[in-house]
């Protein structure tokens, strides 16, 4: 262990100036939560929980050691000075995120090098200002009526209408040849349909002010090689996923009360141009429904996915496709349904890239002479319409010599910034081949062509504020800091630990995936199947790490609820996976049956004969584990320990409360996680110790209308006496009582809970289950051990 030097100990930070904290992401697609903040740039950062709760805990009155303490009590995992440092200086004032306190500050500071800005691939170029933050978001707050359900359900209405009734009297081809035959016209449908654009942008912001965020600018730039309009709504990621997918679609939305003014103005002019104008701005609202760039139908995927920046997970899927390669932690960190959906979007859109890519480049001396040619023709014409006094006709010319340019200069930096990024490809592989080992830099966000949104970066690296719906990745999840910082650049454990390759995902066993792997002699080696995936991931909640010995209480006050045996095979799967130091005990006041379903260990001496020595087991020079096993019945290959209740029928002993809190304390130095089954009587006192104690409560029910009836009142009274935090971490197990169930019922009893618990599970009938004599979990039917396991995993997950 190394300790801090007292000159560090005494350094003091604030948050930089302008941060602003976003909260945490809601409906991510990545398995850890991750947290958002925004710098007073406008550029947004994704951090992981402990770096959020760190920063949160700064503040200039407070020295190193108290923000330790505070973060290690906040996180539940215990942080030193030197892990604090290391955050400090390695990750947040990187990011520009921290400010030293006192002008004798010993670290690195923020402005000594360039903030990182994220810089999304395919992103807007040549960015300006159209309407500012300010006035967008005056204006947003002005038409957020628009997005009221009836004022929505009226504007679709009144757009079929009008669709209908163009579609019935309106002649499209007689429209073109006019507007084709008049400058002025043309000139009429490009101003619609630009001011259409303007207003699609006005939309996303009012949908993100509507939404409770706060839009940015609108502005206008280049898109690959197109102009493009945007909106700033970086904000709209403080928002839920519904919040964000209607942001993503404000959009279309103000399009479709566009399309109802031209469709209204035609049927009452018959001017042809307002026909083509609502034509073409139909055929925009498609292309902007496609995922494949950055319209907004790739941020509804993307938001729909929980997933901030698609492009950035091109290359890590990819390379997760090879056989036999480790996964990269973009591609693992993802939930299943988000991956599936990254991984479809990666397989469709890569070729199509390369194919337009591919077109572009070969087509690109055709492009130059052709537009050079129809250059030339505009300036000739506007020069013939200036001398004849045509302004229409000028202003069209010159418009049109402009969208021309526009293309040209935007493939340029395309062409460009492909270059580059070869370049430093190549500049990589060099240094790689010397020995040199680069280190990821922070990309910059980039706009996109409707909407702006900047996403948070791989790593922590910032997003930045004015840009399309372009999200980035959390950053590298931090679990356990290093506990040295070194200040003298030498490499020193902690470096030598972090560039470990990532582990090798697991082999598939199970489906058609194992079945390839096998016959092929594991050359073909596909990542398991999804039903197989979701077993280990239940595997891994089980077997994760915990804080410190837990209590899990079963509880339903009706006898035959299935509590005892939920008590047993809940133990039996956690000490299976978990390697023991688990202990199933029956916390009647006087008899229970948990011992008598628990095969004998060469003993009958139960949680009262425990009672009488309990003293020298809370003595930690006395107590030992070998001693316990005269007092608990070990369960063999089932790895974990039953503690029986007293089964003297003639005896008059009873656990009270002041019972049962001895024994919880003893037993708590011997075992990581203690299951408590208890009795049917919850006003005893040792039945309120139990819950009292509990980290997490299991109710636990057959599916039957009296048995449901009691954990609803169970329930009921919980939550009148105080403990509704516990009753809503709770998990929810609905046991099937025969081969047929109550379907009505089940559907009511999972409706019920689930607004009350965490998680509502069923467990199947198992006809093992039913002589209710000594459990043999070998002798489950597959399908009833998973259950179990997912049943593990749910209460591991609220442990």
Request: hydrophobic share 45%; proline share 6%; charged share 15%.
């Amino acid at each position: 262990m190394a300790t801090a030097p007292d000159s560090a100990v005494l350094r003091r930070w604030s948050p930089s100036p302008g941060v602003v904290f976003l909260g945490k992401v809601e409906g991510s697609g990545l398995k850890n939560s991750s947290y958002l903040l925004q710098r007073g740039d406008g550029q947004v950062v994704q951090l992981s929980e402990l770096l959020h709760v760190v920063m949160l805990s700064l503040a200039p009155e407070k020295s190193a050691e108290e923000v330790a303490r505070e973060v290690s009590a906040a996180y539940g995992r215990e942080l030193g000075v030197s892990g604090l440092l290391h955050l400090v200086d390695t990750r947040l004032a990187p990011m520009g995120l921290v400010a030293e306190a006192g002008a004798d500050a010993a670290g690195p500071t923020p402005e000594s090098a360039p903030l990182p800005t994220a810089n999304p691939l395919l992103a807007l170029q040549l960015r300006g200002t159209l309407l500012p933050g300010q006035a967008a978001n005056a204006l947003a707050g002005i038409l957020a009526p628009l997005y009221w359900r009836p004022v929505v359900v009226a504007v679709l209405v009144a757009l079929v209408i009008v669709d209908v009734l163009l579609l019935a009297k309106g002649d499209l081809m007689a429209s073109l040849q006019q507007v084709l035959l008049t400058p002025a016209l043309l000139l009429g449908v490009v101003a619609l349909l630009t001011a259409g654009a303007v207003f699609h942008e006005i939309g996303h912001a009012t949908a993100c002010r509507y939404g409770g965020a706060k839009p940015g600018r609108i502005g206008v730039g280049v898109y690959l090689v197109f102009p493009a309009f945007f909106t700033d709504v970086t904000d709209s990621y403080r928002l839920n996923r519904a919040g964000r997918i209607r942001t993503d679609l404000g959009g279309l939305y103000f399009n479709c009360l566009c399309l109802i003014g031209l469709g209204g103005a035609y049927l009452l002019t018959g001017q042809g141009f307002f026909l083509l104008a609502a034509a073409l701005m139909h055929f925009e609202m498609i292309q902007q429904l496609v995922p494949t760039l950055r319209f907004d139908g790739y941020f509804v995927l993307a938001d729909i996915a929980g997933v901030p920046d698609l492009f950035n997970r091109i290359r890590p899927v990819l390379l997760s496709l090879i056989p036999g390669r480790p996964e990269d932690p973009r591609v693992s960190g993802l939930r299943p349904f988000a991956r599936r959906i990254v991984t479809a979007w990666v397989l469709t859109v890569v070729p199509l890239l390369f194919l337009a890519l591919g077109w572009m480049l070969w087509s690109l001396p055709v492009i130059i002479q052709q537009t050079a040619a129809a250059v030339r023709q505009h300036a000739a014409a506007a020069g013939g319409a200036i001398s004849s006094g045509d302004a229409a006709a000028t202003v069209l010319s010159m418009f049109s010599i402009l969208m021309l340019s526009l293309p040209l200069i935007g493939l340029g930096i395309l062409v460009y910034r492909l270059l580059l990024g070869l370049l430093s490809l190549l500049v990589r592989l060099v240094k790689s081949a010397g020995g040199s080992a680069a280190k990821p830099a922070g990309a910059k966000p980039q706009h996109r062509g409707s909407m702006a949104k900047s996403g948070p970066v791989e790593n922590t690296l910032p997003f930045h504020k004015p840009v399309p719906p372009q999200k980035v990745e959390p950053a590298m999840a931090i679990a356990v800091p290093p506990a040295v910082s070194a200040d003298d650049g030498v490499p020193n454990l902690q470096d030598f630990l972090a560039d470990r390759p990532t582990p090798p995902s697991a082999l598939a066993e199970a489906g058609w995936q194992g079945a390839i792997r096998r016959l092929s002699q594991n050359s073909i080696c596909p990542a398991p199947g999804r039903r197989e995936r979701r077993h280990l991931d239940a595997v891994e909640a089980v077997q994760r790490r915990l804080e410190g010995p837990r209590t899990v209480v079963v509880v339903n006050p009706k006898g035959g609820a299935h509590k005892t045996t939920a008590t047993l095979l809940l133990a039996a799967t956690l000490g299976i996976l978990r390697g023991g130091y688990t202990l199933a005990w029956d916390n009647n006041e006087t008899r229970g049956t948990l011992g008598w379903r628990a095969p004998l260990a060469g003993h009958t001496n139960t949680a009262v004969d425990l009672m009488r020595e309990v003293d020298r087991f809370a003595d930690p020079v006395l107590g030992r584990i070998g001693d316990l096993d005269r007092f608990v019945r070990n369960q063999g290959s089932a790895q974990f320990d039953v503690l029986a209740s007293d089964e003297d029928a003639a005896g008059a002993a009873t656990i009270g409360a002041r019972e049962f809190e001895q024994l919880h304390t003893a037993l708590r130095r011997f075992y990581r996680i203690i299951l408590v089954d208890t009795g049917n009587n919850m006003r005893s006192s040792n039945w309120e110790a139990a819950v009292a104690a509990a980290d997490e409560l299991v109710i636990v029910s057959t599916v039957r209308e009296d048995t449901v009836a009691s954990a609803v009142w169970l329930v009921d009274g919980l939550r009148e006496r105080g403990y509704q935090a516990k009753v809503s971490n709770a998990v929810t197990l609905l046991a099937a009582p025969s081969g047929q169930t109550d379907v009505q019922l089940l559907n009511r009893t999972r409706a019920h809970f689930s607004d009350l618990t965490r998680e509502v599970l069923d467990v199947p009938y198992d006809r093992s289950l039913v002589s209710g004599g000594p459990l043999n979990y070998q002798a489950l039917l597959p399908g009833t051990r998973e259950a179990w396991l997912h049943a593990s995993a749910a209460v591991m997950r609220g442990l």
